[in-house]
């Protein structure tokens, strides 16, 4: 049985979807404070298979829980509830670590879907999926474990970078923005394409915050991030990932 945690200050909405979820078989606790889920799920780390986590929360935002629960090293999945037709909150929850997100007001059924999205996607991240047929995993995306280039190995099962002796945890999200750059290397990737093909966003969204997924890229995987080899930019339409940089490719 799986559980969750739903991080909502609206009373009758939290108790919905909590008769909602216990009635799909899912174990359900609700906190009603950013501060006090956030004590929570660092005191209990195992305890959640997933987090449901409002953005406008008494204590501390939505935004300020995810970011502060990937600070600490805690990657329990989180699906982000935030305003509709907000898209640059979709973008900041997807900053601060989200790994999914629903506008406000939503269907009940699209959000069990998204949580069973989520729960079935980190079991096949982690190779711990039970009902899944080995025909079903090669045919997902996630069939990938790992991509090694240039001295790294990005391991998609473990969701984790590792250079040498160091590694640095990656978000759902980072994973797959380098999946599908890795996918598409030595080919330009626009911004809008990213922002449709990798966080399905079809509305007219601000493209440039894109560039700050890109920045934190750039630290995990260049040896100086002011001068990448491996994430180029391509002037006034996106990025170039490349693998295995010849000597003098340089920033475009
Ligand atoms: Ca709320």
Do not use: C
């Not at 950013?34 to 305890?47: I, N, V």
């Not at 305003?83 to 069990?112: M, Q, W």
């Not at 025909?135 to 001295?151: K, M, P, Q, R, T």
């Not at 590694?167 to 797959?176: D, Q």
Request: no cysteine; charged share 30%; proline share 3%.
């Amino acid at each position: 049985m799986s559980a969750v945690l739903i991080v909502e200050d609206e009373a009758h909405l939290a108790n919905g979807l909590r008769f909602n979820l216990e009635a799909e078989g899912y174990e359900v606790d609700i906190s009603g404070d950013g501060e006090a889920a956030l004590e929570l799920l660092l005191a209990e780390r195992e305890r959640y298979d997933a987090v449901v986590l409002d953005v406008m929360l008494p204590g501390a935002d939505g935004f300020t829980v995810a970011a502060k629960l990937r600070e600490a090293g805690q990657f329990v999945p989180v699906l982000m509830l935030t305003a509709r037709g907000r898209p640059e909150d979709v973008l900041r929850g997807f900053e601060s670590g989200a790994d999914d997100y629903l506008p406000k007001p939503f269907e009940l059924t699209i959000l069990l879907a998204r949580l069973r999205g989520l729960l079935r996607r980190r079991e096949w991240l982690q190779g711990t999926a039970k009902n899944t047929s080995q025909e079903e995993i090669l045919a997902s995306e996630l069939a990938e474990a790992a991509f090694v280039f240039d001295g790294k190995t990005i391991d998609f099962a473990a969701l984790e970078l590792r250079v040498g002796e160091k590694s640095v945890r990656l978000t759902l999200m980072e994973a797959e923005l380098m999946r599908y750059l890795i996918r598409h290397e030595g080919r330009i990737v626009a911004r809008k394409q990213i922002l449709q093909e990798v966080w399905n966003l079809h509305e007219d969204t601000d493209t440039r915050a894109i560039d700050n997924f890109i920045v934190r890229l750039r630290k995990y995987i260049e040896e100086v991030p002011s001068k990448p080899r491996h994430l180029l930019t391509v002037r006034g339409i996106g990025y170039r990932f490349i693998a295995e940089p010849t000597e003098n490719a340089s920033d475009e």
